[in-house]
Structures are given as C-alpha cells and as structure tokens.
C-alpha cells in the first residue's frame, strides 16, 4: 500500500471523498501539507489529515472510498499519521467522531469528557463549529 502526501491537486477528490463520506471539508486546504491519500489506477481511494494546535493534533478527515475498504487503507492512513505526530514529539492526539469510537479505540485512543480535551484543541474549528455537539471526542498520548 503506497500512501503520499496530498497535493493541491487532490485538493477536489479529497473534498469529494469527504462529502461522500458525510464528513466536513472546512480547513482542508489550509491543512493540506499535513493530509496524506492512497491513490490507485481509479482515483483517490483513501484520505486523512493532521491539524497542529500547538503541542498537541487533531486527527481528522479520514475516509476510505467504499470500493477500497475492508484493505486496510484506513488502518494504514490513521498509522502512518500517529507515526507523524509521534516523530514530530506532539504530547496527544485528539479526535471527533460520531460513528467510529470503536474503530479508534483500537489505535489506542480514549473516549474523554469535552472538559478534559487540551484548550488548544478545543479552540480548533472541528471542536467550535464544525463537528456536532454529540460527537465523541477521543485522545491518544503520544
């Protein structure tokens, strides 16, 4: 599995995975640097990215096209993206989800209460506005 750092010509494919994936494309440009896809003969197949907010990262966007999961491509995007925040020595990772605690938890994050999510994680968009109220927020120690 060959996994790449975004361009800005995956720019509208990344942002197509996401809609089709009902996720929120708000800040992806502006973080693009930090996304990394799988690419294969058919077109994007896989997207995630990393907002930096100090010390510590949001992980975010990650969407596997239907036709590619169950291969392991979001396994290897959300690794490879851990591996990054740990080489950049972040001291945790945090996350929103409405409908993949369980796959998370298997990275080893950790559901917390909103009160406990570092303030600069909770300045970020995704925790202001972006993401719904309801979903759960999830840290990693780095």
Wanted: hydrophobic residues 45%.
């Amino acid at each position: 599995m060959q996994l790449r750092p975004a361009a800005s010509s995956d720019l509208a494919a990344i942002d197509a995975l996401l809609r089709a994936s009902n996720l929120p494309v708000e800040g992806v440009a502006e973080s693009l640097e930090h996304f990394v896809v799988q690419a294969d003969p058919h077109g994007l197949s896989g997207c995630g990215g990393l907002e930096y907010h100090g010390d510590f990262a949001l992980l975010r966007s990650i969407a596997v096209a239907p036709a590619a999961r169950g291969h392991g491509v979001g396994r290897a995007i959300v690794a490879r993206l851990i591996a990054t925040c740990r080489a950049r020595q972040v001291h945790s990772i945090g996350l929103l989800t409405t409908t993949a605690e369980d796959y998370f938890a298997g990275f080893g994050f950790v559901r917390v209460a909103r009160d406990d999510v570092p303030r600069p994680l909770l300045a970020s968009s995704q925790f202001q506005r972006v993401c719904p109220d309801t979903a759960t927020a999830m840290l990693l120690a780095c």
